[in-house]
T-cell receptor
Framework: EAGVTQSPTHLIKTRGQQATLRCSPI?????VYWYQQALGLGLQFLLW???????NRGNFPPRFSGRQFPNYSSELNVNALELEDSALYLC???????????????FGPGTRLTVT | QKEVEQNSGPLSVPEGAIASLNCTYS??????FFWYRQYSGKSPELIMF????GDKEDGRFTAQLNKASQYVSLLIRDSQPSDSATYLC???????????????FGTGTRLTIIP
């Protein structure tokens, strides 16, 4: 079974530009999550999409946005890039069907965004 | 107080010994608990999850949960050099109707297994 895939692997942008990152979940998974992992910092939750809808959002400015397509793949857009946006962006997916407490999330390999 | 706290380490353990990783959380409404392993430059890999108080074993790994103490731990028996990585504890609170809300991660414990 194919895992979560992300593209591109690396992305280099200059300050002020826009970046688009893509994610395809595990087949059968309907929920997609985006996280930011900056150097020296932990994983920070960005966005959660399920069935095409944004379900929850982390403490990030509105220039971080995204969407989920009918095939459950997802796109993260970061507008007006700033130097501190340089980080590893991770996508995870879950099936929404799990144990009594929750739903396991599986991560993709990530996109390394560098803003110069 | 951080929502999820872990000792950042580094934690050094001799090969073949038991590595013990600990995590505390602040939200008593938390219901699901996960351990991820992250090698340097790679993405997190799910290795264990636990929902109920007590122990859950999977091969060399044992997760332990104590909701009264708001404490979750991971034991790695017969530690191998390949276990050297950062271990992330993650905690989830389920919202009814929509299920999974988000995972809140600790900052991770760096584990080094010494041959």
């Amino acid at each position: 079974e194919a895992g979560v895939t992300q593209s591109p692997t690396h992305l280099i942008k200059t300050r002020g530009q826009q970046a688009t990152l893509r994610c395809s979940p595990i087949s059968g998974h309907t929920s997609v999550y985006w996280y930011q992992q900056a150097l020296g910092l932990g994983l920070q939750f960005l966005l959660w999409y399920d069935e095409g809808e944004e379900r929850n959002r982390g403490n990030f400015p509105p220039r971080f946005s995204g969407r989920q397509f009918p095939n459950y793949s997802s796109e993260l857009n970061v507008n007006a890039l700033e130097l501190e946006d340089s980080a590893l962006y991770l996508c995870a997916s879950s099936s929404g069907v799990g144990g009594p407490g929750g739903y396991e999330q599986y991560f993709g390999p990530g996109t390394r965004l560098t803003v110069t | 107080q951080k929502e999820v706290e872990q000792n950042s380490g580094p934690l050094s353990v001799p090969e073949g010994a038991i590595a013990s990783l600990n995590c505390t959380y602040s939200d008593r409404g938390s219901q699901s608990f996960f351990w991820y392993r992250q090698y340097s430059g790679k993405s997190p890999e799910l290795i264990m999850f636990i929902y109920s108080n007590g122990d859950k074993e999977d091969g060399r790994f044992t997760a332990q949960l104590n909701k009264a103490s708001q404490y979750v731990s991971l034991l790695i028996r017969d530690s191998q050099p390949s276990d050297s990585a950062t271990y992330l504890c993650a905690v989830n609170k389920v919202i009814s109707n929509f299920g999974n809300e988000k995972l809140t991660f600790g900052t991770g414990t760096r584990l080094t297994i010494i041959p």
